[in-house]
């Protein structure tokens, strides 16, 4: 009887220590039916951004004329955005307040991915949207996800300020140069509070100018508190040659403050040369 019992209380530890054996996993996670990766989370009116969604058939029968659908939570997202290209689609299109890219029939266990390229409108309004996916069947639909908060913000304004000089001498006593500034604002947006500062060549006295000249110097402040885009202004500076002036009289003429953002760096400065044999005969 001792013996059976001793017997017994082996059986039942070992089968307690059995079930402490953990079983490997075999299979892998099956996939969500829709998952999407956004390029860009935080975008600018008029820029696009990519959405990569991929869908996954987790059914036993197949999923026909199968589309990757996105939403926009708390708006029509057609009103957002435009749909600009969908590789990975058959076609695509604007669905009522839904963006979707065709995928055609998907077997069990299969899967379909489409890259969506999205453009924020102009007018979109400004915040935050919460993007959501979904596949659709014309037999079945899954469920709807959220995806990733949306912003849409401001376009960044740009006012491309452009410098061009120009020079022509006229004869008292010695050459007298005229040097023309002109300021252009090539947009696409207003410029405000633009500098432009020209300085006269070395070998040169100031004589004059339409800007305001710094104390006592060759160089002059071209100032303008705003300029359209597309607006040209032009502006005088003119110096004065010395008998024994020769060689290469080069003035200059470069932007050094104006908002919004120049974008284009290579055309905020100009400059012009003249060539002096003495200060009767120069030419420009």
């Not at 989370?41 to 659908?69: C, E, H, L, P």
């Not at 379909?112 to 453009?119: D, H, I, P």
């Not at 947006?189 to 110097?217: E, F, I, K």
Request: glycine share 8%.
């Amino acid at each position: 009887m001792h013996a059976w019992k001793l017997l017994r209380a082996a059986l039942v530890t070992a089968v307690a220590g059995a079930t402490l054996v953990a079983v490997p996993a075999t299979a892998d996670a099956v996939p969500p039916t829709s998952a999407i990766e956004v390029g860009a989370t935080s975008v600018a009116r008029g820029a696009t951004f990519t959405v990569t969604q991929t869908v996954y058939n987790d059914r036993d029968f197949t999923i026909t004329g199968g589309k990757a659908g996105l939403y926009a939570k708390e708006t029509s997202l057609p009103a957002m955005v435009e749909l600009v290209s969908c590789p990975g689609a058959f076609a695509c299109d604007t669905l009522g307040s839904s963006v979707r890219g065709g995928v055609a029939d998907v077997p069990p266990g299969e899967s379909r991915t489409v890259v969506f390229t999205l453009r924020v409108k102009d007018d979109a309004p400004l915040g935050t949207i919460t993007l959501q996916h979904q596949f659709i069947g014309e037999n079945y639909a899954f469920e709807t996800f959220d995806g990733p908060p949306l912003e849409i913000k401001e376009a960044p304004q740009f006012a491309d300020v452009s410098v061009a000089l120009s020079a022509s001498v006229q004869m008292v006593r010695t050459a007298r140069i005229t040097y023309t500034i002109t300021v252009k604002n090539n947009g696409p947006n207003p410029a405000t509070g633009v500098r432009v500062v020209a300085t006269a060549p070395a070998a040169t006295a100031y004589y004059a100018s339409t800007c305001t000249r710094v104390g006592t110097t060759r160089s002059v402040n071209c100032d303008f508190a705003t300029l359209a885009s597309g607006e040209t202004v032009t502006r005088t500076l003119t110096a004065n040659t010395g008998m024994l002036t020769a060689g290469t009289l080069t003035a200059t003429a470069q932007r050094t403050a104006s908002s919004p953002t120049d974008p284009v760096a290579a055309n905020d400065k100009a400059t012009r040369s003249c060539s002096a044999v003495t200060g009767l005969i120069v030419r420009c």
